[in-house]
């Protein structure tokens, strides 16, 4: 939900700050800009669309300045417009802004009633306005920002360069990260460590309330209170390649294609032969005895995930388990005390609702575990424990990996709980090891069938409509599904379980229709034929996502997304791949911008 970069060092920062821009261009395409401060001027560029644009906008006026700060922009107040764009510029002072200024409203008509004239509708402008107000009375840079800041309410991460400070950037956070990149004589700034890399392995993640002045020569922190805070830098192990397309058309086929080997990282973490390890300690048996429920709590596919992970956790642990959205959650008045253990799981780890939704659990007393990708992120410093998904950058908008990854580590948490409950036998614990063990295989061989769901995708690639339905552990599955068509190729899907569909959204089904059924070989599998034998009576088209050898759902089906014969625990984890190639297929031919769909940004930082 917007990308903030910085640079301070002795390089033009314009080339810089762009290459950075682009790794976090998955944040927000609306609009984009950059500000740099050269021979005692503030200069601004920028443009709407994506960062392509801008690009073009400084090939024809080109800026240079050792001192940086750019944008790229998800809109929340004001629509995506040139006026909106960020840096919002007041005389000399340029800021860029990520998150919601609560009292914009009240503070706009303060400004307004001493005479300040706005020249967009953002909230952002309010923030300019008050450091250059506080700039015009005597106040530094940082000062001026520390103003600002006193006034404001709600979370931001933001970045401010004046002319009047030229070798100075001056940045904050709170609730919305920031990280500084230490370099060679530079400092560099992001909203995630993935705009860094290439430059720094070495950074600094800002805490809720520190403000940063960045210069060449380093940076220094004052926390909330205004005391300078050392702390040194943390190695980050992601690497520029692990961030780059690597010869694949979009992240997302990358990212669908890194599915084994990410799978195989994120069991080989938490599995050590036979036996789950989560962590250097096992599970703490007076946490084992005194849990008596789970709640995980996520949004979008990270909710898809915890909807098979609630299942695994049920079975395994023999826990009453809820998978329950965020948003939801968060003011639900939920029967949740310290004898529940609380699961969030984000990607990012920076997704509001999940966010709020954690502190609230927290409040309550539960324990609290983070299934995150992002280390150091919001989340994971709010948990008292954190489960790594080992998925690498995810840079497409639509996740893929990490749904893989965050379902396996939920899988591992029923296990390693199931164990110390002492409500898993050996045997059950071993079988179930073996087949998350399987997972790399089944995923290499469900990548297989990746020419003959691109074919299945161009026949149906002009559908308006799908249904998608699966059961049991693949619920999760026909609505992740679902959601990554609606998500890459603004399609009408909707996800179901089976079993649903004749309470009601059997009407919709006629042969413009097509029903995707996800129908690995389980103990429902009679069951999902008779669901779509009936789908097929109405005249549905099906696509069936099955095993070729599975001759009796095969003849069934008009057409099939090949599924590799697997362990039912892992179906979800292999059903999902052909239903992701299915989706990117059907975007990709409908000349659709697969990594950046319209009107999403890869984590959502507003409620
Ligand atoms: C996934 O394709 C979506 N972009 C979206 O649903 C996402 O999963 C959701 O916003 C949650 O994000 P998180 O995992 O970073 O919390």
């Not at 810089?16 to 950059?34: H, T």
């Not at 960020?86 to 706009?108: K, S, Y």
């Not at 084994?260 to 250097?280: H, I």
Request: aromatic residues 4%.
């Amino acid at each position: 939900m917007c990308g903030i970069v910085g640079y301070a060092g002795a390089e033009n920062a314009v080339p810089v700050l762009l290459e950075c821009l682009r790794r976090l261009e998955y944040r927000g395409y609306d609009s984009a800009g950059m500000a740099v401060v050269d021979q005692g001027k503030t200069l601004v560029r920028r443009s709407v669309g994506k960062l392509a644009a801008l690009e073009t906008m400084l090939g024809r006026e080109p800026l240079a300045g050792a001192t940086g700060i750019g944008h790229t922009r998800w809109a929340t107040h004001g629509a995506p417009s040139l006026k909106n764009a960020h840096p919002q510029q007041v005389n000399d002072v340029a800021l860029v802004h990520n998150g919601i200024v609560e009292n914009f409203l009240e503070l706009r008509h303060e400004l307004g009633d001493e005479g300040c004239v706005f020249g967009s509708d953002t909230d952002t402008e309010v923030i300019a306005q008050l450091v250059a107000q506080a700039m015009a009375r005597g106040a530094t840079l940082r000062e001026g920002v520390r103003a600002a800041l006193r006034r404001m309410r709600g979370s931001y991460a933001l970045a401010v360069l004046c002319a009047r400070e030229p070798n100075q950037i001056i940045a904050a956070a709170n609730g919305l990260p920031l990280v500084l990149g230490l370099g060679c004589g530079e400092v560099l700034l992001g909203s995630d460590v993935t705009a860094l890399l290439g430059r720094t392995e070495d950074a600094i993640f800002l805490e809720d309330g520190e403000v940063a002045e960045l210069t060449s020569g380093g940076a220094r922190i004052w926390n909330a209170a205004g005391r300078l805070v050392e702390r040194g830098p943390r190695h980050v192990a992601w690497s520029v390649e692990q961030a780059a397309r690597g010869g694949y058309k979009h992240f997302m086929l990358k990212e669908i294609h890194e599915q084994p080997r990410v799978l195989g990282d994120a069991l080989g973490a938490y599995l050590v032969g036979d036996r789950v390890a989560l962590g250097p300690e096992p599970v703490d048996a007076a946490l084992a005895r005194r849990v008596n429920r789970v709640v995980i709590a996520a949004c979008g596919t990270s909710w898809h995930a915890a909807l098979s992970g609630r299942i695994a956790i049920e079975s395994l642990a023999r826990l009453p388990c809820e998978a329950a959205w965020a948003h939801e959650l968060r003011y639900a008045d939920s029967v949740v005390d310290g004898a529940t253990l609380a699961l969030c799981v984000s990607q990012s780890g920076e997704t509001a609702d999940t966010l709020a939704a954690a502190r609230e659990l927290r409040h309550r007393g539960t324990p609290l575990w983070a299934v995150c990708n992002v280390v150091s992120s919001s989340l994971t410093r709010a948990a008292d424990r954190t489960l790594c998904m080992h998925a690498g950058p995810e840079i497409s908008v639509a996740s893929t990996k990490t749904y893989l990854a965050s379902m396996a580590v939920l899988h591992l948490v029923a296990l390693e709980l199931g164990h110390a409950r002492g409500v898993v036998a050996p045997e059950t614990l071993r079988a179930a090891v073996r087949a998350l063990r399987d997972i790399p295989r089944a995923l290499e061989a469900a990548l297989q069938g990746e020419e003959a769901i691109a074919r299945v995708a161009a026949r149906y690639a002009d559908s308006e409509h799908f249904l998608f339905l699966g059961r049991g552990r693949n619920v999760g599955t026909a609505l992740e599904g679902a959601l990554k068509l609606k998500e890459l190729a603004y399609t009408h899907a909707e996800g179901y379980p089976a079993g649903e569909m004749k309470h009601g959204p059997i009407a919709l089904i006629d042969d413009k229709m097509p029903v995707v059924v996800v129908a690995p070989r389980d103990h429902l599998r009679e069951k999902l034929r008779s669901n779509l034998i009936e789908a097929r009576a109405r005249g549905g088209r099906i696509i069936g996502v099955c095993e070729l050898e599975d001759r009796d759902t095969v003849e069934l089906c008009d057409d099939v997304l090949p599924l590799p014969s697997v362990d039912p625990l892992i179906s979800p984890f292999a059903a999902v791949v052909p239903l992701q190639l299915f989706a990117y297929y059907v975007a990709d031919a409908r000349g659709l911008d697969v990594d950046r769909p319209r009107n999403l940004a890869k984590s959502v930082t507003v409620e």
